[in-house]
């Protein structure tokens, strides 16, 4: 396989105290840790298939087993991906997950091409999960692949030039809005920055935690006691790397909410208007659980200055849920849309906004994943930022990534599908290859046709369609 293109050397997490990661991500031999021993054995185990009981029942968990249809099935799967030759490591990535085990992502190489693995060790080291998809070959097949993940998609592969400019190498339906999810906060994080500049916040700044301002989802700011103080940059760490609703949501409030609409704007969105009033997460998640769906139906049947009213009066005062909902709920008339175009153009933002004195912290916050979970080589990604999104019904990943060359990649996706929720790790490893396989594609060569430049948006653009269909 030849060399991928640019991740962030975002990997020093054990200095912010949100994760572990392996010292030795780099290419060649993972390291002795648990899940890097079961990487290595998979490998060796490629090469002398089929493997037999005993072996297998020594390195799988009974439940991974079962899934993968037994024995025979782990071996089919392995040899479907492997070839005659055997696998090899191209890439490997991996991190310490708090409480039940480790995951690790790599590159393997086999006969029939490049696989993304998605390999995770429960506490004992077994493996709990294992995933190895192929990379697209081509954009015909990454289009078809996602074409095959849900009814409606949209994706952008497109180069940042040095001016901000995103020049599209390719994409399936990139001016189409989509229901994104938590990459919404990409907003949300540059109207943060922006106040620093201005000099209405501090990154360093102190702000307690309110219990009328948590939300949902789980996350460090939920298990933390009100009045408890933490500066704005850890909420801003937390806001990306764990995607905390709870942290989110107190910094729209310390910040305001016209600001993060503002900064839809400021990012060159092409329709800002889909997204006003910008919902914080807390009153997305009771519009789909309170009485669901008469709250829902009501919000949506306003315009908007009157559901501005209706937060105010009637959402605000509505029951926080204890759990989630497992169906799509109003997925294309309650969230956060955004094209993937308009993502390009917030990387960009933030991109501007990290180069500037004193804003270090943007930086910080998108770089903590990075793009690990792609397993890309961080010789050739030495630098990458991540964002994604999820509800039932919809997903969003977005990485934007340098390459030792010294260019910038952008790969924005968004599926979705209205009638079933599409969330599941099956499917979230299928996006994790073809976004990885995107960087690959994205690699200037003579094969590839001219890229064409996104101009800055009009200032009146026809507003899109967000009814179901």
């Known amino acids: 396989m030849r060399r991928l293109l640019p991740v962030l050397t975002a990997l020093a997490l054990s200095a912010t105290g949100l994760a572990t990661a392996h010292a030795s991500d780099r290419q060649g031999q993972p390291p002795n840790t648990p899940v890097g021993r079961q990487v290595s054995w998979l490998v060796d185990a490629s090469k002398r298939l089929p493997v037999s009981e005993t072996e297998v029942r020594e390195h799988l968990s009974p439940a991974l087993l079962e899934e993968l249809g037994g024995v025979g099935g782990f071996n089919d799967k392995l040899a479907k991906a492997a070839g005659p030759e055997g696998l090899s490591l191209d890439s490997f990535r991996s991190q310490r997950a708090p409480r039940d085990g480790s995951e690790a992502y790599a590159l393997l190489d086999g006969e029939e091409g490049t696989h993304h693995a998605v390999v995770v060790t429960d506490k004992q080291g077994d493996l709990a999960s294992l995933h190895l998809t192929a990379l697209p070959s081509s954009w015909r097949e990454l289009d078809e692949r996602l074409r095959a993940v849900a009814p409606d998609v949209s994706f952008l ?243 934007m990534a340098g390459s030792a060359s010294g260019k910038t990649y952008v790969v924005s996706l968004s599926v979705s599908d209205r009638k079933e929720n599409v969330s599941n790790s099956a499917t979230a490893a299928e996006l994790l290859a073809l976004s990885a396989g995107a960087f690959e594609l994205a690699e200037p060569s003579t094969s590839t046709p001219p890229a064409t430049t996104l101009q800055p948006t009009p200032s009146n653009p026809t507003p899109p369609d967000h009814s179901p269909h």
């Open 157 to 399: 592969a497109a180069e940042v030039n040095k001016q901000g400019r995103c020049r599209t190498l390719h994409g399936l339906a990139p001016r189409t809005p989509r229901p994104i999810g938590s990459a919404f906060k990409l907003y949300v994080l540059g109207a943060l920055a922006k106040a620093v500049r201005e000099g209405r916040a501090s990154w360093d700044e102190r702000l307690a935690v309110r219990e009328e301002w948590k939300s949902v989802g789980g996350g460090p700011i939920d298990e933390l006691p009100a009045g408890t103080k933490l500066p704005l940059r850890q909420y801003a760490n937390h806001m990306i790397f764990y995607s905390d609703n709870s942290a989110t949501d107190h910094l729209m409030h310390r910040i305001g909410r016209k600001a993060v609409e503002e900064q839809q704007a400021a990012f060159q969105m092409a329709d800002p208007r889909a997204n006003r009033p910008l919902l914080l997460t807390r009153e997305l998640a009771q519009l789909k659980s309170a009485d669901y769906p008469r709250h829902a139906d009501a919000y949506t049947a306003l315009g908007e200055r009157d559901r501005r009213r209706y937060l105010t009066d009637v959402v605000s005062k509505l029951p926080v849920p204890s759990s989630s909902w497992k169906e799509p709920r109003h997925i294309n008339s309650v969230e956060w849309f955004a094209r993937p175009d308009d993502i390009c153009r917030a990387f960009s933002g933030l991109r501007a906004q990290a180069g500037s004195g004193g804003q270090k912290p943007v930086d910080t916050s998108l770089s903590l994943m990075g793009t690990r979970t792609l397993g890309l080589d961080t010789d050739a990604w030495p630098t990458g930022w991540f964002k994604g999104g999820s509800e039932p019904g919809v997903i969003s990943r977005n990485f």
